[in-house]
């Protein structure tokens, strides 16, 4: 249910995950998952305060080249290529290419959502300039915030956060899909672990990530990744740089 940020003395009585993302009441047009799952992924709970400071420097500036082999300009260029003037972004980490890219109009409508309350917030007061709507919620979940659907999507790096095989984990296929216009974008990237050249660097990070459980890509293969995509949408493009794939797809009419 999409609703309004409540009063203060009304939110006392809210769930701890309202009560954690209280700080965006100041942060624009402010809605809430009121079925937000206690669930926490360590994907998602490794972005604390000082983990998110890292982040842009650290993941974006010198891991997607160096290890990864997808730099984050090439990145940025696919968020260029695919973002709408009505965009959802999900699993917003610290919004480092909804800040840096251009959108098709000076006033866009951007949504916000994630499961960890401290991305939203940083996020959220990043982007302000746009006022965006922001969602706490679990991707893995069926998602009920009520938002008018969005003409793009993108869930960049968010994938290969996410634990199981690739057949369970396109459920965010699914759970996004009352939220994405009839002939909308929903793109992305996603580090595999099959299927891609896999840099010996990259095979020594992964393979630590997965067993701190900050990853769960071990079974992610490219193969995988299509065949969850063409079964969904249409025009489904992936190119892949380094063992990043690039991934774009239109919903159906
Ligand atoms: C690696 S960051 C990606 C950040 C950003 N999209 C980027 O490209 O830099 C992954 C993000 O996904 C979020 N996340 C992880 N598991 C999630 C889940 N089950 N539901 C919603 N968000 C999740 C994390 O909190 C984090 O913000």
Known sequence: MRMKWPAASDSASNSDACARSSRTLRLGRVSENDQVTKQRTLGAGVYGRIGLHFYDAGVLGISSMLIWRCSSTRTLAHYQANVSANHLDVGVGTGYFLDRVTYPSTTPRLGLLDL????????ARRLIRYSPEIYQADILQPIAVGAEPFDSIGLNY????????????AVVFDNLGPLLKPGGTIFGGTALRHGVRLPLQARAFMGVYNAMGIFGNSNDSLAGLRSELESRF????????GCVALFRARARP
Request: with cysteine.
């Open 158 to 169: 968010l994938l290969h956060c996410l634990p199981g095989p690739m057949a369970s984990k």
């Open 234 to 241: 249409d025009d489904v493009s992936i190119e892949v740089h």
């Open 116 to 123: 960890n309350g401290n991305s939203l917030t940083h996020t």
